[in-house]
């Protein structure tokens, strides 16, 4: 053991300087991640994902299901908008292809489609939907932003909606104190409801993904038990349904027509009141996850768990915070048409939105506004389903084209995101090459 | 044997990846029946040559011929089926099946649709005596140590019609006796009419087992065909390292008499209950470099862990700050300690020092994302955090155009070098340093050598931990020696030479 490196402790594979080029092929049977055995790599991953033999040479890269989570994309402007329009497209075509395979003609079906979906009456069961969807997707977003899968957010907001209403229907407060209360009630309820599932992953670590499954099996029961006439609900007399008692008047929020009619557009039907509540849910989201501390210890936190640690962001605490606030925004679901529209919580209430939050979250790649075009786009679909029935299509048809869209969505933005790192390394081997180096322009 | 065909020919091998050239107009030679070492630093290029002779990788320019013809090698299946066979560094076997399942993997021989094991048993039998490898095939491999894991790894190569065998530094996770084992082996493989191909950078094997050695540094190769007899371990390691090299040392003392760092008694334990770090007490003044030499695993990172709260600590204590102001900070949150000044360059700097999907300065805020200027109450300051990533990319020499470009973009060295440059903001007491010049080149290296002396100057504690013996006894003024987690000497770093403090890190020889 001479000369100017001795070392025989067991090495990484490959020299790390080789390690440390991002690798841009498959390489399935690389042996380059292998790892010192003992260190630090295997002992404080305890919350990672299950890397590829935790290489100290490897590049941590971010797996595709995280990045797909956590709504990476490509960074450049042209290719955040090139990007979704592409993938549109392919959908579109693909949609298109398969009404020719269920015999229809595609492009009538389409343009009935359109068609209806722009009558004023469509428009606005269209905003409203997208305004629950909205919500929907914004909640489980917060979690996606720590790769937490909150599929809880369906038994969240059933369970809050149902709750709040009761206590809203048996109190009588002045006008903005009785809407306030059901609200803070609601997200209250909605956060505890969620906090189970945090608690349960960081002193049992339990997997959210099951926990939450199975607390959205519990709601039901809960809510399938109190929403009886001898505990918190009532019979509607002459029909079966059975309902939590009204809220009152001075509880209700009026809908969104007559502000609109300002600007003079009457609509037939009534957007919802709360709508406006949605738009500050996304725009306290955009905020929070890009300017706060929180914001970036939670994305930190999702796209390198091992690294947060090490900054000092302590892991368990972020999950049952995230989990938390990802119920309370879920609380916030059933609140436009609780408050709005039906005033009561019943057998009719929309069900299974939280289910819809996921797949227009993943459309919506996390982004407040991404988000709320994918709602929109959704509760188009949902809405003009009905119109194809008269065309002789099967309406679940709608079902199959949304899946085709959040999966062209998902896979071309992951495409393109990995294309633009590989040209972005490339460039910065370029501008480094011929002399563009910010360190030595200062000198 | 000059006349024949050579058994593998590189000509004029390059390979880029962005930011850097892996291999540069690498031309080798390695005549059939012969030992080749190719012997080079980490980092110069070794591994992705032999990836390229074994398909996992195309190169840019230049050809390989294997007997004599060129080939285009497009995945490993390619290279096997040209006779070119790799044993990786770390093994590729699984523990529930046997040697012999283990070995017909993938490759199962078939008789009326169904795996003709006797046949196979036979054959690895033969082959078993043939080139001394004492493979037992009904054996489990679980069950087996990793000089018997080794042979069966070299087996399965060879059960593929390998005639060229690629090992990737095959002595690395061998102990000594298993070592002289191998070598006996690779003499049979070669009086067999084997070639082998022997990757390492452990001189005094190279010398003892290679008929030729090539000599590979910055990606290009710098002497090829080299005798054993013609060339001594001083020689190979300067054509390794090339006339350049820094050297690591430490100029007068900067030791205070004020301890930073007090550890007494830290005590970590695996889930098991067996003590991976075990009783260890040390101190670090400010001004002073504390250096622990030992072999990975035993004990360094998870000491380091527990002095950062990654881990918590069974038994002892950690206190820190000077005396009067001192505090036990064994159970305060990592947060709470990176905020009182400890710094951290980890030992991983992928998965535990940069988010490399993220900007440089975001990458900045990492680890201070409580501290000015990269935050103000809750808020982020953008502009603050912006601001001090160019300072940092100017005074610690970032090679990077601007600071908007994800982590990823960046070469192992100039990550480092602003993991360093953000570990040395925000005026650190404590900087627990793990390998902070691994992987890196010469330049990156000294410049970070030159940044911890400046900051042991200006009264910075630091821990030191590295894999390299000429940085630590070059660069601390207190030398430790760590094994199975107990701190079992402490040496002079004055006075003593890396063989002394490999032969203490071993336990083999007692070092004063």
């Known amino acids: ?443 | 044997m000059p006349d024949q065909v050579p058994a593998v020919r590189l000509s004029s091998i390059t390979k880029r990846f962005p930011g850097v050239v892996a291999n540069r107009d690498v031309g080798l030679t390695i005549e059939r029946g012969e030992v080749h070492a190719l012997c080079g630093e980490n980092g110069a290029g070794k591994s992705t040559l032999m990836k390229i002779l074994y398909g996992m990788q195309r190169p840019d320019e230049g050809t390989i011929e294997i007997d004599g013809e060129p080939v285009t090698l497009r995945t490993p299946a390619d290279a096997i089926a040209r006779g070119i066979g790799m044993v990786h560094q770390h093994f590729k076997l699984a523990d529930n099946l046997t040697v012999l399942e283990n070995v017909i993997l993938g490759a199962e021989p078939r008789r009326r649709g169904r795996i003709d094991f006797a046949a196979a048993r036979a054959r690895i039998t033969e082959m078993s005596e043939q080139y001394g490898l004492r493979v037992r095939p009904d054996v489990l491999v679980e069950s087996l140590g990793v000089g018997d894991r080794q042979r069966v790894e070299i087996l399965k190569v060879l059960y593929r019609g390998a005639r060229v065998l690629i090992l990737d530094e095959p002595t690395a996770v061998l102990v000594p006796q298993e070592v002289e084992e191998l070598f006996g082996n690779l003499r049979e493989l070669r009086a067999e009419g084997l070639t082998v191909l022997f990757i390492s950078h452990k001189l005094d094997e190279v010398l003892s087992v290679a008929d030729t050695i090539s000599v590979i540094r910055r990606g290009t190769t710098v002497a090829t065909r080299l005798s054993p007899d013609a060339t001594t371990s001083r020689r190979l390691a300067e054509l390794m390292v090339g006339s350049e090299l820094p050297t690591p040392e430490l100029r007068e003392s900067t030791v205070t008499d004020d301890v930073q760092l007090d550890v007494a008694g830290l005590t970590v334990l695996t889930p098991e209950g067996r003590p991976v770090v075990d009783g260890v007490s040390l101190s670090i003044r400010r001004g002073e470099i504390v250096g622990l030499a030992g072999v990975e695993g035993n004990g360094q990172s998870e000491l380091i862990e527990a002095v950062m709260g990654l881990r918590s600590a069974d038994a002892g204590t950690v206190s820190y700050g000077p005396p009067g102001d001192r505090a036990d900070i064994t159970h305060w949150p990592t947060r709470r300690r990176r905020e009182a000044g400890i710094a951290y360059i980890p030992e991983d700097r992928h998965r535990h020092g940069l988010v490399l999907e993220g900007s440089l300065w975001e990458n900045r805020m990492l680890g201070h994302q409580t501290q000015r200027p990269n935050v103000r109450g809750p808020w982020v300051d953008r502009r603050g955090a912006r601001r001090d990533t160019t300072r940092i990319v100017r005074e610690y020499d970032v090679r990077t155009p601007g600071i908007e470009v994800p982590a990823a973009a960046l070469s192992g060295g100039n990550q480092q070098k602003l993991i360093v440059g953000r570990e040395m903001s925000g005026d650190p007491r404590l900087l627990i340093a793990a390998h902070p010049t691994r992987g890196i080149d010469v330049g990156a290296q000294a410049a970070i050598w030159e940044y911890l002396r400046r900051a042991r100057a200006s009264g910075l504690a630091v821990l030191l931990i590295s894999a390299d013996l000429e940085e630590l006894i070059g660069m601390s003024d207190t030398l430790h020696v760590i094994l199975r987690g107990r701190l079992v000497a402490r040496v002079d770093p004055g006075t003593v030479t890396p063989e002394e403090l490999g032969s203490a890190m071993t336990g083999a020889g007692t070092a004063s």
């Not at chain 1, 949609?95 to 606005?124: C, H, K, Q």
């Open chain 1, 1 to 443: 053991m001479s000369g100017p490196e001795d070392d025989d402790a067991p090495r990484p594979g490959p020299g790390p300087e080789d390690g440390d080029v991002p690798r841009t092929g498959t390489g399935g049977d690389s042996s380059g991640g292998d790892s010192s055995g003992k260190g630090v790599a295997g002992g404080a991953s305890g919350d990672g994902p299950a890397g590829k033999g935790g290489g100290a040479s490897e590049p941590e890269r971010v797996p595709a299901w995280r990045a797909v989570l956590q709504g990476l994309g490509p960074r450049g402007l042209g290719l955040k908008i090139g990007a979704p329009v592409l993938a549109l497209l392919i959908s579109l075509l693909i949609t298109m292809v398969l009404l020719r395979i269920t015999g229809a003609d595609p492009f009538s079906s389409m343009r009935s489609m359109v068609d209806y979906g722009t009558t004023e009456n469509s428009l606005v069961d269209i905003v409203n939907r997208a305004t629950r969807y909205y919500l929907s997707a914004v909640a489980v977003a917060i979690g996606f932003r720590m790769a937490l899968l909150n599929i809880g957010v369906d038994g969240q907001y059933r369970l809050a909606a149902m709750l709040s209403a009761a206590l809203g229907g048996a109190l009588t407060l002045p006008a903005p104190f009785g809407q306030l209360l059901v609200i803070v009630a609601a997200m209250l309820i909605g956060g505890l409801w969620a906090a189970i599932a945090g608690v349960l992953k960081v002193t049992r670590g339990v997997s959210e993904v099951l926990s939450t499954i199975m607390l959205n099996a519990i709601a039901t029961g809960l809510i399938a038990y109190l929403l009886n006439d001898k505990r918190l609900a009532e019979v509607r007399p002459g029909s079966n349904n059975v309902a939590t008692p009204q809220i009152p008047g001075d509880g209700r929020v009026g809908d969104l027509n007559g502000f609109l009619s300002w600007f003079g557009l009457d609509l037939p039907g009534r957007v919802y009141g709360l709508l406006p509540l949605a738009i500050v849910v996304g725009a306290v989201f955009w905020v929070v996850i890009n300017h706060t501390r929180f914001g970036f210890d939670l994305k930190v936190s999702g796209l390198a768990p091992s690294a947060a640690r090490a900054s000092g962001v302590s892991a368990r605490r972020m999950i049952v915070v995230t989990m938390v606030a990802s119920g309370a925004v879920a609380g916030l679901i059933g609140m436009p048409e609780l408050l709005g529209a039906s005033y009561e919580y019943s057998l009719n209430f929309p069900a299974g939105l939280g289910f819809t939050g996921i797949t227009v979250a993943l459309l919506g790649r996390n982004h407040p506004v991404g988000i709320a075009l994918a709602a929109l786009l959704f509760a188009f679909l949902d809405q003009t389903s009905d119109v194809l029935q008269e065309v002789d299509i099967p309406k679940e048809i709608v079902g199959v084209m949304q899946g085709v869209v959040v999966l062209t969505v998902v896979i071309v933005y992951e495409l393109v995101r990995r294309w633009e790192i590989r040209l972005q390394q490339r460039s910065v081997a370029d501008e480094l090459a011929t002399g563009h180096d910010l360190a030595r322009e200062a000198a």
